[in-house]
T-cell receptor, first 111, second 113 residues
Framework: DVKVTQSSRYLVKRTGEKVFLECVQD?????MFWYRQDPGLGLRLIYF???????EKGDIPEGYSVSREKKERFSLILESASTNQTSMYLC??????????FGSGTRLTVV | DQQVKQNSPSLSVQEGRISILNCDYT??????FLWYKKYPAEGPTFLIS?????DKNEDGRFTVFLNKSAKHLSLHIVPSQPGDSAVYFC????????????FGKGTRLSVIA
């Protein structure tokens, strides 16, 4: 089974901090994605990557950046955390055009 | 504009009965549809999918129906069990292959014992 591992299940950060959310997959998938899930808003795409060093903006990229230096790792960066970035963050990977495998999620609280 | 819509935020069903979760889409270029199930504090897990060349796909207690002319799909769970209580997301993929999935907002299913 593909494993997608998110480094933290729960994080609490202060407003203005730079926050790194890490995601690692172990099946050589080309595509990786970052979503956030909020009540009533579903899953919203932040950024995605088709390959190493490639990145594309999703629907809500403002306030975020990403890094993909190695195929297995896709990092989401909150440049200066704000309270409206409190959310559940979900990483996913995919080989080609098929469905995703998601990580367990990181519940981020910004205070 | 929402391309994938799940108009029912929540649904309650008695154990043993049928659960029907609905999903509508607007983009006629979608060619593959998936359902994901999500428990609290966990990532979504893949449940079942259907290609646009089919109108039905069945896997155990789960069946997905696709009506292309109405741009509508539904997930049937028979019989419903308390462990099915979760949020269900409908997702769609465009026919250019590598594009990201587009998700609906989800429907919270509660199966009452």
């Amino acid at each position: 089974d593909v494993k997608v591992t998110q480094s933290s299940r729960y994080l609490v950060k202060r407003t203005g901090e730079k926050v790194f959310l890490e995601c690692v997959q172990d099946m050589d998938h080309e595509n990786m994605f970052w979503y956030r899930q909020d009540p009533g808003l579903g899953l919203r795409l932040i950024y995605f990557s088709y390959d190493v060093k490639m990145k594309e903006k999703g629907d809500i990229p403002e306030g975020y950046s990403v890094s993909r230096e190695k195929k297995e790792r896709f990092s989401l960066i909150l440049e200066s955390a704000s309270t409206n970035q409190t959310s559940m963050y979900l990483c996913a990977s995919r080989k080609g055009p098929y469905g995703y495998t998601f990580g367990s999620g990181t519940r981020l609280t910004v205070v | 504009d929402q391309q994938v819509k799940q108009n029912s935020p929540s649904l309650s069903v008695q154990e043993g009965r049928i659960s029907i979760l609905n999903c509508d889409y607007t983009n006629s270029m979608f060619d593959y549809f998936l359902w994901y199930k999500k428990y609290p504090a966990e990532g979504p897990t893949f449940l079942i999918s259907i290609s646009s060349i089919k109108d039905k796909n069945e896997d155990g207690r789960f069946t997905v129906f696709l009506n292309k002319s109405a741009k509508h799909l539904s997930l049937h769970i028979v019989p419903s069990q308390p462990g099915d209580s979760a949020v269900y997301f409908c997702a769609a993929r465009g026919n250019s292959g590598n594009t990201p999935l587009v998700f609906g907002k989800g429907t919270r299913l509660s199966v009452i014992a």
